[in-house]
């Protein structure tokens, strides 16, 4: 069966430090992607970063990147450089391709900012 | 180019009571998701939907739910007679090619049911 695994309930980390969001999955599938999602107080669901796997390089976007660990099946999230407005909770996701359509969902980290 | 559109944003029932949400995908999306989110925690898959055809809906309760995608007009997810344990988000995601790994789902921001 698939599986995200998110273990950290709630983190915290002041402006401008980096914080890491761990995700573990567990598949048999040698064909997956991993994906991160924003969710803000607002509610709505934010894409942030896309890693395959069988992608030789970690992904980045921007103040993000994902530290792709496949012998560990870890996916953690990296933030650079905090700012206020990532406060929200983030959701480590998966497709397993011969799981058919649905994108599974960890239960979340919120991570909290102050200046 | 407008995002995943769902409406209302918040809907009140009173048990017994049926539940419309709506969806409209992305303009050029064909392909419709819909997940359920309950208090602290994840979203968990219920259907997808392709114009006119449901593709998978392991994750939908056997009774009481159904979803439709019609050839004109939003996505409806349909709750008839609700309980209080239907209270929570519900989510649309749309995708323009299907089930592909890498493919990214794009979100609505949400209905949240609450019943009374």
């Known amino acids: 069966a698939q599986k995200i695994t998110q273990t950290q309930p709630g983190m915290f980390v002041q402006e401008k430090e980096a914080v890491t969001l761990d995700c573990t999955y567990d598949t048999s599938d040698p064909s997956y992607g991993l994906f991160w999602y924003k969710q803000p107080s607002s509610g709505e669901m934010i894409f942030l970063i896309y890693?395959?796997?069988?992608?030789?390089q970690n992904a980045t976007e921007g103040r993000y990147s994902l530290n792709f660990q496949k012998a560990r099946k870890s996916a953690n999230l990296v933030i650079s450089a905090s700012q206020l407005g990532d406060s929200a909770m983030y959701f480590c996701a998966m497709r397993v391709r011969k799981a058919g359509t649905a994108l599974i969902f960890g239960k979340g980290t919120t991570l909290s900012v102050s200046s | 180019n407008a995002g995943v559109m769902q409406n209302p944003r918040h809907l009140v029932r009173r048990r017994g009571q049926e539940a419309r949400l709506r969806c409209s995908p992305m303009?050029?999306?064909?392909?419709v998701y819909w997940y359920r989110q309950l208090p602290e925690e994840g979203l968990k898959f219920m259907v997808y939907?392709?114009?006119?055809?449901?593709?998978?809906e392991s994750g939908m309760p056997k009774e009481r739910f159904s979803a439709e995608f019609p050839k004109e007009g939003p996505s409806i997810l349909r709750i008839q007679q609700v309980v209080r344990g239907d209270s929570a988000a519900y989510f649309c995601?749309?995708?323009?090619?299907?089930?592909?790994?890498?493919?990214?789902?794009?979100f609505g921001s949400g209905t949240q049911l609450s019943v009374l």
């Open positions: 890693q395959g796997s069988y992608d030789q």
């Open positions: 303009k050029g999306h064909s392909h």
């Open positions: 939907l392709q114009k006119e055809n449901i593709i998978d």
């Open positions: 995601a749309s995708s323009s090619v299907g089930s592909q790994t890498n493919e990214k789902l794009f």
